[in-house]
Structure formats: C-alpha cells, structure tokens
C-alpha cells in the first residue's frame, strides 16, 4: 500500500494538504475520522478521544515516554485509546492506498514505509488562515490566536514526543517538507502529488 | 527575475538538483563559476578564492559574524573577496532568471526574493553517493568519507552563521525542503519545477 502521512503546523494548512492530496491520488482519507472510530468502538465520548489522543495524556506524563506504555502513571483508560489507535492505523494501512493527516502515525506506520510530509508556514500566514477557523474562538485578538496556535503545535510536540526522540518537525524525519507561506494549496498538491508517486516507485527499487 | 537558491548538505546531490532545475526552467546556473569569475576579476587563485569562501574566513573568526564586517579581525584580502562575492551574486540576480547552488546566496540575495531550496539526505545515501566523487579522495573509508562530509556540512553551517541567525539547514528559513534519499534526482526534479513556477506566480499576487 501507498502511506502518506501529513505532519504539520496549526493553521498551515496542512489539513488541506492532505485532504487534495487524497483526492488527487485517489486515496482514502483520515483525519478525525480515526477519533470517532475509535470513540464507536469504546463506546466513549469522541471529544474525550480526541483531547486524550492530541494532548489529554501528556498532562500528566514526562516528555519522554519512550516506546514502554508501562512505566508511566497514565489513566488505564488513556493507555486504552492508545492501544486501539495503535491497531486502528495499522489496518488503515494495511486496507488502502491512504493519507492520514496528525495522530504520529508518521512514527506508528514506520514500518509500512510512508511518505512523510511535513507542513508549515509562517506565524504571518498562519494568523490570516486560522482568521476563517469557527473552532479557534472568533473573538481572538491576532495575539491569543499567535499564543493558541503556538499551544496547539507544543501539545503535537510533545504528543509526538512520546513516540519518537526527535524533535517534532525536524526536517531530517521527513520526506519533503512545504511552507506553505502564501501558497494556493490547490495550486502546488498535484506537484507534491507527482512527487509522491516517484518516491513510491523510488522506495520499491 | 525568478532566482531559486540551492541549500544543500554535502553528497545529497544538490548540486545535480540545481543543475538540473536549470536545465528544465531555461534558467542561468551558478556555482563554481562564482569562484572562477572572482578570481578572473581580483586576479587571485580560484582555488584559494574557494577556499576563502567556503571555509577559510571562519577559522579565524568567531562563529556570528552578524552584518558588520569591520568588527572582525578578517585578512583584507578575505573581505574584499567577500564583497566582491556579494556584487557578483546580486548582478546576477539582476541578470536572468537562475538558480544558484550554496554561496549563501539564499540570505545575500533575500531582497531579490528568491525561491528557496534546502536539499538533504540520509548519512547512507550520501556515502554511496560520495563513492563515485574522484575529488573526496578514492581511497577514504566509509567511516572517514562520513568524518569529511560532516566536517565540509559543518564548515557550510559556520559560513552560513556569519550571514544569518538561524542555524544553517533550519526548515522555516526555506520554501521546500527535499530529502533525496534513495530517490533518482532526474525524475523528481520536474516537479520540483513545477513546484518553483507556482511559487514565483503566487509570490507576485
């Protein structure tokens, strides 16, 4: 199976990225869709999936977690979303040709050897995207929404940080990293798409 | 003018990018013939205006330069190859649409607003890369080939560091960051292109 997965910076639109790129290929797609997933599974709220998922269980944890579930004082309830999103991507994988946007499956899927892209931009660029997002409160001054994106992106840090002892964004992990800075994303997935396809063919030499 | 600079650590084939990103746009190519053309108009080695370029200045010099040259204790004639260096850099950029391979041309030229390019590679890809380079030395084992490209990239870093604050190979100073491992530079190098001629369009909206 083709893999993407998408790395990427709050309000670069990596998110859409992701999802043309899918289109384009004709892959399938993943993004929330593993939350509510897994929330039908355990039969629990989605919204607590996804806070436990993006940042509930750092709170409580060291930086480092390392790759042994058992030696930190996580909720056993945590550690259970954590084992299901685990098996969760993993049949994804294995099902189709797919893009998953977040949730480290960059580190979870290494093994399936994807493509992986990471996505960023400029706190400029950032702001004006973020200015059209409902979800990021429409009352924010360009400030609190500056400190929001940043809390978001230290919460992916340091969720990806229990899986992996490099820097989150650190080119070195990924394939091809885009700014995105005053981009059309419409405009530039087909390219990245082209480029996807000859890394896929590359990596099966 | 369209300028795309070429950031690249040693054996990732960044220059093959370069060259071959010109070839495809019908842009002017520049690398060594920065070198070759200062030592033609000071009258001077190239070898050793290459190496007052690369690396020479920085052994005598602490790691930030900053803006101000006069502040440091610089032999004259490596300030004057320097600022012969910069005025070839910006004439071309006035010149013709072109890429530019390393020459710090990325920051010295960042008024011209060029598309920025940071080329990588795994540590294995670039040995077996650097098998086939006659001028690395034919007869370095693996281990010593690895000690001379980390010392060439360090060297590239430092250079960088006398022209800009933010360490050299840092994702958000570039547009697109490409990881060549195991790829074939010939095939990904068109969309590449691609990718540049959209951003040249985008960044004049």
């Known amino acids: 199976m083709n893999i993407i997965t998408i790395s990427r910076e709050f309000g670069s639109g990596g998110r859409e990225v992701g999802k043309r790129l899918a289109d384009v290929l004709g892959y399938a797609y993943y993004?929330?869709?593993?939350?509510?997933?897994?929330?039908?599974?355990?039969?629990?709220?989605?919204?607590?999936?996804?806070?436990?998922?993006?940042?509930?269980?750092?709170?409580?944890?060291?930086?480092?977690?390392?790759?042994?579930?058992?030696?930190?004082?996580?909720?056993?309830?945590?550690?259970?979303?954590?084992?299901?999103?685990?098996?969760?991507?993993?049949?994804?994988?294995?099902a189709s040709d797919c893009v998953i946007v977040g949730r480290a499956a960059d580190v979870i899927l290494e093994e399936y050897?994807?493509?992986?892209?990471?996505?960023?931009?400029?706190?400029?660029?950032?702001?004006?995207?973020?200015?059209?997002?409902?979800?990021?409160?429409?009352?924010?001054?360009?400030?609190e929404m500056e400190k929001a994106i940043k809390k978001i992106d230290a919460g992916r840090s340091q969720?990806?940080?229990?899986?992996?002892?490099?820097?989150?964004?650190?080119?070195?992990?990924?394939?091809?990293?885009?700014n995105t800075s005053g981009m059309e994303i419409k405009k530039i997935v087909p390219h990245i798409?082209?480029?996807?396809?000859d890394w896929f063919e590359g990596s099966r030499r």
């Open 31 to 94: 993004d929330r869709e593993i939350e509510t997933e897994i929330a039908k599974r355990m039969h629990m709220d989605v919204g607590y999936v996804a806070k436990a998922m993006e940042q509930g269980m750092t709170r409580n944890i060291p930086l480092h977690f390392g790759r042994t579930l058992a030696s930190y004082p996580m909720l056993k309830q945590q550690v259970d979303i954590l084992v299901e999103k685990q098996r969760m991507l993993k049949e994804v994988a294995a």
């Open 113 to 143: 050897k994807p493509f992986k892209v990471f996505v960023y931009a400029d706190m400029a660029y950032k702001l004006k995207r973020c200015q059209g997002y409902a979800e990021m409160g429409e009352n924010l001054t360009p400030r």
């Open 159 to 178: 969720y990806h940080a229990m899986f992996l002892d490099i820097e989150w964004g650190r080119k070195e992990f990924y394939h091809l990293c885009v």
């Open 193 to 197: 798409a082209d480029y996807a396809r």
